[in-house]
């Protein structure tokens, strides 16, 4: 794949010819940078000529543009300086060239074997000899016969020279983009859409079945209208957490790249919550425990983001670990062990506890385990979310564990700051 040295007997190059070769491959790797193919079919053909004018041969191996006098060769190998997988074939579909990224996706590959002994894609090896020939470029998308089994979008371009002709090199050359993370993408965009305008049209259909009920056989019960409006209240209030959750979302994520710039107590944070959380608490007859070490646990943090995972996190243990129940919230410092220090959240309730096939997906959105019960509970299946979110922002990390019947402990370590 990588340089042939060029023979002196051949190169024997007009200054002119070898400036317009040289040129042309720093234009195919500018175009190749910025993704512009039409451009770099063109720059393939000239460089293809060229090489394949000075080349051993004449015919195999193309891309190397050097200078041409002795010594290693000097300047860009075309096809190896690709990021994504490029092979160049003959018009007989044998392999020419290729590159490493090739290699990685089809580790069967060799020079002069025909293509065919290493990607068995009948929709690409079919449109080969067409192209050769001089019909249009074509773009074909094949999934799942290669080593990473990943989805490709493959550019199928005829090597022209300079006239326009076909080259004498090399005649096809195949272009690779990986299209996985782009589909993996478009499909959770396409979910998160689909999940969002589900979640706010069920509390909205409620709300209008209310006021038509209130405004025509309802109109004259007061009773009735009581109750509507209470809970056309909790429906509405719904909505509105719903939204400022997915605000909330947005703003973290936009800033996931800015390190956490202030320093926060974790212990004084955290004893706030709870206390804000105490009427909840004892409106469903739990009983919140606190610990926390005598001084200060500071870690490197932004405090609006660090109220919502203890919020979160002891608003779900009160939830869901049931009435009559107790929830232990714990703060500490871990002793330094080789690295460095890290402070600790942890959140224990005595519930039903969570079975392990839900617990790698708690933190998805919209992800819940009893649907119908977050529901009642007002949930909006984003609080884990806004809670991973913001601990990966702080560099820190989430734990849950859980025994069906025996409650779960819900465990945050952030990086300790300096006092
Ligand atoms: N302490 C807990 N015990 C049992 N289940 C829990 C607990 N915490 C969270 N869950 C489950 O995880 C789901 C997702 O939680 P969360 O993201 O906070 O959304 P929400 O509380 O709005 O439903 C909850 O619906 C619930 O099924
Ligand atoms: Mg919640």
Redesign the pocket.
Known sequence: VSSTPLRPARRRFPAAARGAIVATAILLAAAILRDQLDLLTVAVAAVAVGAGAIGSRGTDRTTVVGQPSPGPPRGVDLVASCPDPVIIVDRRAVVLQFNEPARSILPGIAERHPLAFALRAPEVLDALPPIAAGEPARDVVFGGRTATEATFEVRLRRVLSHEGGPAPAASVALFFRDLTAERRLETMRVDFIANVSHELRTPLASLIGFIDTLQGPARRDDAAREKFLEIMSAQGRRMARLID?LLRLSRIELRAHLAPAGTVDLAETTAHMVEVLAPLARERDVLIHFTAPPGPVPVRGERDELIRVVE??V???I???GSGKHVHVEVGLTEPEGGSRRAQLS?R?E????SPE?LPR??E???????A???R???????????KHIVNHHRGRLM?E?EPGQ??V?RVTLPAADT
Do not use: C, M, Q
């Not at 519930?351 to 969570?354: A, E, L, M, R, V």
């Open positions: 959750d979160n996190l608003e779900n243990a939830k869901y670990g959140v309730d519930g039903p506890g969570i839900h708690l933190t959105r919209f992800y819940r385990v009893d649907v019960e977050s529901r509970e007002g949930g909006t299946g984003l609080g884990l979310a806004i809670v849950v859980s409650g779960a819900f």
